[in-house]
């Protein structure tokens, strides 16, 4: 033990350090690299373990699911309900007529990468998805967004013969009402997006289809369609309460497209053009006198179509041609701008 203690002291009595000599240890151990070690493995802990953690929960792919439709209201519907979930792909560019379009082959190969197609039931559509099953078992589910809706026939003023006020007794425009007469050779009405009541069917057909689609989503596309269906409701009341003064009157169009926005506020709509065909001079002429007879001073068109036939009644009429666009992609926006359209050339009318 004795030898124990005299052999430590002694390891331990060192000649005393100058002061030199301990701020060259310091230094030296500073600047060593390999003093650096601990501390570096320190830093990496603090900062790419966290951030390691951070980017992992970033990094959760959304799930999202490929849709396409034939319109951009459509596409906007679903997107209002599908939020960040849906990738929307829209057939129909902007200007294009949908009674006239066929889809060029780069619109068909996205068909084949969709996972649902939402259909209007127009006939291109029909043709296009009869063509696709045709050739074995569709790779996406198609959701007829009209089910359930009921559908107005197309009208076609060719076999109207109550159109309003045409009748011997038409000095008496007060017991008169305005009727539409309807020819239908089985062809519906497919502009069910410009009714809002229709709308409300619309969005409930989109969350379905979401929703078995995405089930880990359901909430969130139902907080969404919650949403929507609010605004439609308010947007409707808006409508509802500005078109009120002008029930039963008729305002003139060149494509029939507006009539369950015309059934949800008693108004009527008269087309120009009959049956998807320019009409003839005799037709022409006689629409310029229904015209007349109205006090009809506002002609409206859709930027889909050809407006010279629109133009020659406005002129005939001293009148202006508006636009309406039942296109246009901000649905409920659209309506409301339709309707301040209409109310003003329903008031310059009487």
């Known amino acids: 033990m004795v030898k124990s203690k005299v052999r430590k002291s002694v390891t331990i009595r060192q000649p005393p350090l100058s002061t030199f000599d301990i701020e060259e240890d310091v230094v030296a151990m500073k600047f060593s690299p390999s003093s650096f070690l601990p501390v570096r493995l320190l830093i990496c802990c603090l900062f790419f373990f966290p951030s390691l953690v951070l980017s992992e929960a970033i990094a959760q792919p959304i799930t999202t699911i490929e849709a396409v439709t034939s319109i951009a209201p459509l596409s906007r519907l679903v997107e209002e309900i599908g939020g960040e979930r849906v990738r929307v792909v829209t057939l129909i560019p902007p200007g294009q007529n ?55 026939p197309m009208p076609d003023h060719r076999h109207d013969h109550n159109y309003r006020r045409h009748e011997r007794h038409d000095h008496d425009h007060q017991h008169h009402k305005p009727t539409t007469a309807y020819h239908h050779h089985g062809e519906l009405d497919p502009h069910i997006w410009l009714g ?21 989503n359901v909430a969130e596309y139902r907080r969404n369609h919650q949403q929507l269906q609010t605004e439609i409701m308010a947007m409707h009341a808006r409508i509802s309460k500005l078109l009120a003064p002008f029930a039963g009157q008729t305002f003139f169009v060149y494509h029939p497209a507006f009539g369950y926005f015309a059934d949800a506020y008693g108004l009527y709509q008269r087309a120009i053009e009959i049956s998807g065909r320019t009409p003839t001079p005799r037709q022409l002429t006689r629409l310029i006198e229904d015209a007349r007879r109205d006090g009809v001073r506002v002609i409206f068109v859709q930027p889909q179509f050809d407006q010279r036939s629109a133009a020659a009644i406005a002129r005939a009429i001293n009148g202006t041609v508006v636009h309406l666009d039942p296109l246009a992609a901000d649905v409920l926006g659209n309506l409301e701008e339709m309707a301040i359209r209409i109310s003003a050339a329903l008031t310059d009318n009487q």
Do not use: C, W
Request: aromatic share 6%; proline share 12%.
């Open 196 to 216: 809002p009541p229709q709308l409300m069917i619309i969005s409930d057909r989109i969350l379905a289809a979401l929703s078995a689609a995405d089930p880990a």
């Open 98 to 152: 949908p009674h006239t379009f066929e889809p060029s082959p780069s619109q068909i190969a996205n068909l084949h990468r969709a996972a649902i197609y939402f259909s209007l039931d127009m006939p291109f559509e029909r043709t296009l998805l009869a063509k696709i099953s045709g050739q074995g078992n569709p790779p996406f589910k198609i959701i007829e967004v009209g089910e359930g809706i009921t559908k107005l």
